[in-house]
């Protein structure tokens, strides 16, 4: 990557941002030195300004930022790096250092949460009792939610829409998973036919 760590007296912008959900974790900063060694590590490494020295994210909390992707923006001196976190980014411990009003890309989250109850089942989780039922009841459980989406729509208050609504999107999740699909296909699929 050519990076003109020149332009910023030898230090470039870093955004983070976690590669399933695109939500941004953390803004930090590096120089050639860190860069080097995130690259090598595939661990992102900052250059700290309040401690003058390299700062490995998750050097003391092990939340460490694995690399998944980097980016360079078009003036070569900004670097996106989409990574997958060990755990909060913040740290106050939140997930990201950006305090939004909500998290937009919750139901990639919701998928994520999904796909761990699959590979850790436990015996209380409602997803492991669904899938213990097979696929014919995973897809009634799709029918039957997306009848009461269409009878709240017509019927109900908006509160018991966005309920059913919430419960539709939820199973058919829970159905992508179970056929070995995910949000990223559909989303694909969508933007195809968009064009």
Known sequence: MNIDFNKTDGLVPVVIQDE???EVLMLGYMNREAYDKTVQENIVTFFSR???RLWTKGETSKNYLHVK???IDCDNDTLLIKV???GPTCHTGSRSCFQTEYNQNFLMQLENIITDRYENPTEESYINKLRKKGLKKITQKVGEEGVEVVIAALYETETELVDEASDLMFH????LKEKGLNLERIAKNLEERHK
Not at 172 to 175: E, G, K, N, R, S
Request: aromatic residues 0%.
């Open 69 to 71: 992707t980097m980016h």
């Open 20 to 22: 399933q959900t695109l």
């Open 50 to 52: 309040s401690k003058n």
């Open 84 to 86: 997958k976190a060990d």
């Open 172 to 175: 058919l999740l829970v159905l």
